[in-house]
C-alpha cells in the first residue's frame, strides 16, 4: 500500500490568487519604501511566477496603486450605521470604526495614509478615500441637512481626518495615547465642531 504525499500548494482560483499577491504587495509596500520593494520579491512572497502580477496588475506602479487603494479605502462601518441615540453616541460609532482601522491597520495604514508627497496619482487616491471616509461618518451619525449644509459637514469632516491621522500616528509611532483615550478624544472634538455647523 502506497500513501501519496499531498503536495504543499494548492490551486486558487484567479480571484484568491489575485488577492493573494496583493496582500504580499500591500504588506511589503506598507513595509517599505516603493523603490525598496521588487516584483521579484512581491512574486516570490506570494508564491507565483513574477509574470503572473503583470498579468492581473500590469506595472510595478499599477499594482503599488492598488496597494493605495486597498489600504485607504476603509472598510465599509455596514456592522454600526447608521446609529441611532444622541449625537455623541452617534459620533462616538463613527469614530469607533476610525479608531478600529486604525487599530486593525497600524503602521501600515500610517504609511499609506503619509504616502501623497509629490505623486499627483498618489494624492488622487488620497482626496478619494477621504471623501469616501467623510461620507461614511457623515452616514453613521445620520446626517440630515441641505445639499449646502452637507458640503460643510463634509468639508469639517474632512478637516477632522488630519486630526484622526495625527492621532494615529500618537497610537502607532509614539504610544502616547491608548485607542480608548483616542477613541473619546476624537469623538468630542467632532461632536465640538458638528455643533457649530
Not at 489575485?18 to 504580499?24: E, T, W
Not at 462601518?77 to 491597520?105: C, F, H, K
Not at 509614539?174 to 468630542?188: C, D, N, V, Y
Request: hydrophobic content about 45%; charged content about 25%; some cysteine.
Amino acid at each position: 500500500m502506497t500513501t501519496a504525499v499531498a503536495p504543499r500548494w494548492r490551486r486558487l482560483d484567479p480571484d484568491e490568487r489575485r488577492d493573494q499577491i496583493l496582500a504580499c504587495a500591500v504588506r511589503l509596500f506598507g513595509e517599505r519604501p516603493y523603490a525598496a520593494v521588487s516584483t521579484t520579491e512581491i512574486a516570490a512572497q506570494a508564491g507565483v511566477a513574477r509574470g503572473l502580477l503583470n498579468h492581473y496588475f500590469g506595472t510595478k506602479r499599477d499594482l503599488y496603486l492598488e496597494a493605495v487603494r486597498t489600504m485607504l479605502f476603509l472598510p465599509p462601518p455596514e456592522e454600526i450605521g447608521p446609529v441611532s441615540g444622541t449625537i455623541a453616541e452617534r459620533v462616538d460609532a463613527a469614530v469607533g470604526w476610525l479608531v478600529n482601522v486604525i487599530d486593525t491597520y497600524g503602521v501600515i495604514w500610517l504609511r499609506y495614509a503619509g504616502a501623497g508627497g509629490a505623486d499627483a496619482d498618489v494624492r488622487e487616491i488620497l482626496d478619494e478615500a477621504d471623501n469616501r471616509a467623510a461620507d461614511r461618518v457623515l452616514d453613521v451619525i445620520g446626517f440630515a441637512g441641505t445639499e449646502a449644509e452637507r458640503a460643510v459637514a463634509h468639508a469639517t469632516v474632512r478637516a477632522f481626518g488630519g486630526a484622526v491621522k495625527a492621532m494615529a500616528r500618537e497610537i502607532v509611532e509614539h504610544r502616547t495615547i491608548s485607542p480608548e483615550q483616542a477613541r473619546r478624544q476624537l469623538g468630542a472634538a467632532l461632536v465640538a465642531m458638528l455643533e457649530e455647523l
